[in-house]
């Protein structure tokens, strides 16, 4: 652990070192008391997306609250999971090399972990490597609905593909996932409606298909934060893969998604060179500018105009409250996801103090 500062339980936010991450435990709660109590009105099962947070406490709180696994991007973030105690992890993407299919399997005798895959080649490596072992493997068919990343792209090749693994030993085909992360932000929301159901109409088409061929298709996997809403109306699909609705960020927040924003980054004024000017100590390397600047939680008088690895600069407007080196100022990242991977661990707030520290397990498990 390289960022080992001491931060005694129940000091004060602004007594913490930085650049720190933050996450105010109420609005947490919230939010993923507020995602459960919505599946369970639709009827819906909820899969969070292990992703965003990586952060196996985190999940465990989301599964206590009614979520029946959780989903992963990569196959070294399942095993961390699994290590955790869950017990079903899907893995929304294509694994492909030998050694990655053998952690898959391997970690099949420890928790349910499924996998999606959009080639009969991968299924026929992954049959093979199950076989090996006498374990039974279960996949879902990835199609994709207009994201053009991963998955199949026509009927006709989902149905070859699920023809293809019904014929290969010890795999299962247990449905379809489809992503339609290509309309999570889009405005106005009746835009956002339109096209999410054309990606809805091309997943529930493609599980049409496979039922009318005497397929069973029991898990039917989709949606962001930006529209589970919208997706769970369809009739047919069955799990929700949300990830960012639990921490949150400025992002969805500009769209209009109403989760609260329970993330945030603790940074110190470094310098103020200049009359207008001010340097806090949060770069590149402590949030992300992936979806634009920062922005921070109470306004300063001041906006965030660029960012270099260790720094990020302030201009102050003229009627800005002056600030002082030393000041401590907190940041909403515009893109959770990217900004809690360069974190060890999240410091948990409640009543502007610290209670707890969770670790980020999983930060830098990208294989
Ligand atoms: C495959 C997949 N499913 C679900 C999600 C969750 O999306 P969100 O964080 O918008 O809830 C993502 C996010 O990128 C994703 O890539």
New binding site residues.
Partial sequence: MINNYSAKTGSPVTDLETPALLINADLLDANIEKMATFSKSKDINLRP?F??HKCPTLSHKQIVKGAIGI?C?KVSEAEIAVNSGIKEVLI??QLVTTEKIEKLVSLNRHSKVLVAVDSIKNAQDISKAAAKRGLAITVIIERDVGLKRCGTRSLDESLKLAQAIEKLPNLQMAGLMG?E?HT?FLTPVDNKKDQCRRAMETLLETKEVLSKNGFTVDIVSA????THEITSEYNGITEL?????ATMDWKYKETGIDFALALSVLSTVISTPEKNLAIIDVGLKAITAEFGMPVFKTPTGASLVSLSEEHGTLQLNSDASKLSVGDKLELYPTHG?TTINLYDTFYVIRNNCLETTWPIVARGAVR
């Fill in positions: 997306h992703k965003t989903t991007a929304a993407n992503y992360g999570v949606g962001g934060t930006g893969q949300v990830g960012s609705y996801c």
